[in-house]
């Protein structure tokens, strides 16, 4: 706090007077910022990994669309791969807890059928097999819009991103990083065993 009434100091031959209208500046200034709305100012500045919000259901009935984010960056309009939209539409459906009873009801049918590799089957086939079963379900008015679009799967054509703020933190893809002190390109993923969820560590390549 000395060091910052040091700032203040313009005329040497009388610092206190300088620090006395240094700090009377500073306090009319904040006092008139609190009159001020739709301007930032350093009262309702976003935080440095701020993600946009409080988790909302009105955008979304669906939990995993509810965690605010949003991204940083100049977006960039491309294409997925095959393997990589199949890898994401699964990863989404394994982790959305609506999609859970459909996750549980094609695993029984799967041990059902006495498959060989439960898990590497339901990995392959889970995607097709409910988008399907959701289909037939919305036909017949048991589930909604919003599930329906789920289980369709998202677009091949999407926006990449060089980082994105989510939960309070920062993300980076590893070209971002690269030449940076500071690495935020690092994520932890839990895995899916039967026996012990196994962490998987890794970088982020895409956003």
Excluded at 52 to 64: E, H, M
Excluded at 109 to 136: A, C, G, P, Y
Aim: glycine share 8%; with cysteine; aromatic share 10%.
């Amino acid at each position: 706090y000395l060091h910052k009434l040091k700032t203040y100091v313009r005329n040497k031959a009388h610092p206190e007077g300088s620090i006395a209208e240094g700090v009377l500046g500073d306090e009319c200034l904040i006092f008139c910022s609190r009159y001020l709305h739709r301007v930032e100012t350093k009262f309702n500045k976003r935080d440095r990994n701020d993600d946009g919000g409080q988790p909302s259901y009105d955008t979304s009935p669906l939990s995993i669309f509810s965690t605010p984010g949003r991204a940083f960056g100049k977006g960039v309009l491309r294409e997925m791969s095959i393997e990589l939209h199949k890898a994401a539409t699964h990863y989404v459906l394994q982790n959305c807890d609506e999609a859970l009873p459909f996750v549980q009801e094609h695993k029984n049918i799967l041990i059902q059928s006495s498959v060989d590799n439960v898990e590497e089957s339901h990995r392959l086939q889970f995607s097709n097999w409910m988008s399907k079963r959701v289909t037939e379900l919305y036909n017949d008015g048991k589930v909604s819009k919003q599930m329906l679009s789920l289980a369709r799967g998202p677009e091949r054509r999407v926006t990449y991103y060089p980082g994105y703020y989510i939960s309070g933190f920062r993300f980076h893809t590893l070209q971002r990083d690269e030449n940076k002190k500071t690495q935020n390109s690092g994520i932890m993923v839990k895995g899916e065993n039967q026996v012990d969820d196994v962490p998987w560590y890794g970088t982020l390549v895409d956003i």
